[in-house]
């Protein structure tokens, strides 16, 4: 059974609101959820984390309803430069082996 | 650059070989994880420290990895004879101490390891 759930692949445009959820039915009552963002040949970079409601940095925002069994990171107004996989991590077993980062969701902008 | 860092960016090397692999983390973060990911696939969890202490290893860690934090600053990660299937690329990371459920991590550019 998957830990986390996200789309293989999506496209968007330029100046887009890019909106990619996550789902996460197991999510246990202390679990965080954590955004990352990578491009090729580098490390995964951090984006935003939550662990109810709404969070907002100048980044992102991040939406994690009330039964916490999905999250919906809010990508506003996207440019070329955000095309990157972005992968939804969510702690599992309260150990680092349950930090399962899946296979995360390629996001394309064209212009 | 204050970031994490690791050393070399590639290796190629040939089956059966030992390969070690260096990651430098961020200077006030004591606690150092070790990634590996192949293409198309997200980071997987090999091992990770709290200053020196090991404290976690992945349950599909072969024998032939091991890893080493022996001041609790650097780290480094050793394979031992070397097989195709560890070709892939081995990432670090560092983050401060905090309830690992919530931890940040910082990610070093990672080595690139391919086996002939």
């Known amino acids: 059974l998957a830990k986390t759930t996200q789309p293989i692949s999506m496209d968007s445009y330029e100046g887009q609101e890019v909106n990619i959820t996550c789902s996460h039915n197991?999510?246990?009552?202390?679990?965080?959820i954590t955004w990352y963002q990578q491009f090729p040949s580098q490390g995964p970079r951090f984006i935003i984390q939550?662990?109810?409601t709404k969070v907002t940095n100048e980044v992102a925002s991040l939406f994690i309803p009330a039964d916490r069994k999905s999250s919906t990171l809010s990508l506003p107004r996207v440019s070329l430069s955000d095309t990157a996989v972005y992968y939804c991590?969510?702690?599992?077993?309260?150990?680092?082996?349950?930090?399962?980062f899946g296979k995360g969701t390629h996001l394309i902008i064209q212009p | 650059d204050t970031g994490v860092s690791q050393d070399p960016r590639h290796k190629i090397t040939k089956r059966g070989q030992n390969v070690t692999f260096r990651c430098d983390p961020i200077?006030?973060?004591?606690?150092l994880y070790w990634y590996r990911q192949t293409l198309g696939q997200g980071p997987e969890f090999l091992t990770y420290?709290?200053?020196?202490?090991?404290?976690?290893k992945s349950r599909l860690l072969s024998d032939r990895f091991s890893a080493e934090r022996p001041k609790g600053s650097f780290s480094t990660l050793e394979i031992q004879r070397t097989e195709q299937g560890d070709s892939a690329m081995y990432l670090c990371?560092?983050?401060?101490?905090?309830?690992?459920?919530?931890?940040?991590?910082?990610f070093g550019p990672g080595t690139r390891l391919t086996v002939l």
């Open positions: 991590l969510v702690g599992e077993g309260g150990g680092a082996d349950g930090l399962t």
């Open positions: 939550g662990y109810k």
């Open positions: 420290f709290q200053n020196e202490a090991q404290l976690e």
């Open positions: 200077s006030e973060h004591n606690r």
């Open positions: 197991n999510i246990a009552t202390n679990d965080y």
């Open positions: 990371a560092s983050s401060l101490d905090r309830d690992i459920r919530r931890d940040t991590q910082y």
